[in-house]
């Protein structure tokens, strides 16, 4: 038949975090919806001056992941305050008795769930030496629930390195998988954050999620439901079409397939394939094929149609009667994207509801003008 390839769609987003030897201060989370990450990923931050937002404001530029602040229920404190005599003290309770809950400051309840997370990345400031107070609590609480996740470290710091924060963490997390070296931004190379993330992120072994991908396909006024290959073909289509469905014009080719241009390129995974009535595969990077019986070549598998005989996907595609309108799309479209298609209010904001609010109160919201979900705690 002929080549099929694919030029990979990513892209990336990124939020707010923490830093200097000492941090505070709490601001609302955002989720950033983002293309091309594998497995589900959350960014639980701290940040007391303000470095560790900035931290994932850009990290969140480069990475799918919904974000999470952890405050403290005092915010008045001031930890710096009487030559650092109230951060002191919180740390030297956790470090006299670290298994006790009670050793450790309150924090403000999480509503957050880990169940649904595959990775987690975690922005903390530095402490004299230590992981900063705050952070531990969170951690401290949530160790069982990371058992088994794999988990990197963003430490902001002034000056002092982070092998004490690392170590805090290990205690913490016994057992997690850590996809990497923690990255350490300090005063010296804050000014290159956005590069230093970038240069850290692909040395990471993010954990892929098991969870299978469908998407919807439409023909006069039919659908059928595909679960998509697990590559990255399929990843930056996925992707692709969570920002967007994609409509194409498919024709008869071969008395085998229907097959039309997207519009748009994506990454290349050719193997040598005998296709079934039902897969979908992916021509020249650029061509969605929908088969209706077997052809051999060495091209890009994409997915298969769920649960169709050929005589099924034979009168769907509508196979020897000419070309046909197909719309690709997210199976099952959540609520959420529902209301961010509410993008255009005159509010800032728009709930899981589809209400517009200028400032919203507690739950998930989109923010109109920058299409990112917000998690209010």
Not at 214 to 230: E, Q, R, V, Y
């Amino acid at each position: 038949m002929r080549f099929r390839h694919f030029f990979m769609l990513l892209a990336a987003m990124i939020l707010t975090c923490c830093s200097s030897d000492n941090e505070m201060k709490a601001e609302t989370p955002s989720l950033v919806p983002a293309m091309g990450q594998t497995g589900k990923t959350l960014v639980a931050y701290y940040s007391y001056t303000g470095n560790c937002r900035s931290i994932v404001s850009e990290l969140t530029k480069q990475l799918e992941a919904d974000v999470l602040e952890i405050t403290p229920v005092d915010k008045s404190q001031r930890y710096e305050a009487n030559n650092y005599a109230i951060g002191t003290q919180l740390l030297n309770a956790i470090k006299a008795n670290p298994d006790d809950e009670a050793s450790y400051p309150p924090i403000d309840p999480v509503s957050v769930s880990l169940d649904g997370y595959d990775n987690v990345i975690i922005v903390t400031p530095l402490w004299w030496s230590q992981m900063a107070a705050i952070m531990q609590t969170y951690l401290f609480r949530n160790a069982a629930a990371m058992a088994g996740k794999h988990v990197a470290l963003i430490v902001s710091s002034h000056s002092s390195s982070i092998g004490g924060v690392e170590r805090d963490a290990r205690r913490l997390l016994p057992d997690v998988e850590w996809m990497g070296d923690a990255l350490w931004i300090n005063n010296s190379n804050r000014s290159k954050t956005a590069s230093l993330i970038q240069q850290w992120l692909p040395n990471l072994n993010f954990k892929t999620s098991t969870t299978a991908m469908k998407m919807t396909i439409t023909i006069g006024g039919n659908t059928m439901t595909a679960t998509l290959a697990d590559n990255s073909s399929a990843r930056a289509l996925y992707a692709a079409l969570q920002q967007a469905p994609i409509t194409y014009e498919a024709h008869d080719y071969g008395d085998f397939e229907k097959v039309g241009p997207l519009g748009q390129s994506f990454p290349q995974n050719n193997e040598s394939i005998t296709t079934e009535p039902g897969d979908l595969i992916l021509y020249q990077g650029n061509n969605l094929c929908i088969y209706y019986d077997v052809n051999t070549w060495s091209f890009t598998r994409i997915g298969r149609i769920d649960n169709a005989t050929q005589a099924d996907v034979r009168n769907f595609v509508k196979a020897g009667q000419g070309n046909v309108k197909v719309t690709l799309a997210v199976a099952a479209a959540t609520a959420l994207r529902s209301a961010e298609a509410k993008k255009g209010s005159s509010h800032a904001y728009v709930g899981l509801n589809g209400v517009a609010a200028s400032r919203p109160g507690k739950g998930v919201y989109i923010r109109d003008d920058k299409k990112k979900k917000i998690y209010s705690l």
